[in-house]
């Protein structure tokens, strides 16, 4: 083979891979993200927003993102900025009930879903004067008041699986 060949044939191969790529981009289609009327106030350079959002993309949900100005400026969400303490700030309205999911952890605190940890999460909530929530007979979230949970992994699948199984309305 001539060192012409043997550029050509590089060069074919090489045009060859290269379309193949893009035609498999173009027909990799993403999944579309379930949607259950579930609306994260959050920050785009929030560390704790952005560990969530990836965990959310991962099971498949699609949230409402509204910037923390225009949780602000909308009337709907005039009452729920009594409880706003910061981002992440996840609420979805359950059976007439207001469900608020109140922080999340950043990729460093993170331990298996909790907050630095199972054990330190549910001590740190019981310091907290609030109530621990077990499912199965294991420590799964914390309920800070009556309508207001820590922000943990197991405390976002909890209401996803509250508006799977009764529906979550949409708030305008």
């Known amino acids: 083979m001539t060192r012409k060949e043997r550029i050509l044939l590089i060069f074919l191969v090489s045009l060859v891979l290269t379309f193949l790529s893009l035609f498999l981009i173009k027909n990799t289609k993403n ?8 609306y994260l106030v959050y920050s785009p350079t929030c560390p704790h927003c952005e560990n969530l959002i990836e965990f959310l993309e991962t099971e498949g949900v699609g949230v409402e993102k509204i910037s923390i100005e225009n949780f602000y400026l909308r009337n709907t969400f005039r009452n729920l900025s009594n409880y706003f303490r910061g981002v992440p700030f996840v609420f979805a309205k359950v059976n007439d009930t207001i469900i608020i999911i109140s922080g999340y952890p950043d990729r460093n605190q993170e331990n298996d879903g909790y907050f630095l940890g199972k054990g330190i999460e549910e001590d ?13 007979n ?3 979230f914390c309920k800070l008041s009556e309508n207001v949970l820590l922000g943990n ?16 309305e949409k708030l305008e």
């Open 138 to 140: 294991t420590y799964s």
């Open 31 to 38: 999944e579309p993200l379930e949607r259950y009327n579930i």
């Open 124 to 136: 740190l909530c019981i310091k907290a004067n609030g109530t621990p929530v077990y499912i199965n």
């Open 153 to 168: 992994r197991y405390s976002i699948l909890w209401l996803i699986e509250q508006c799977k199984e009764y529906g979550c």
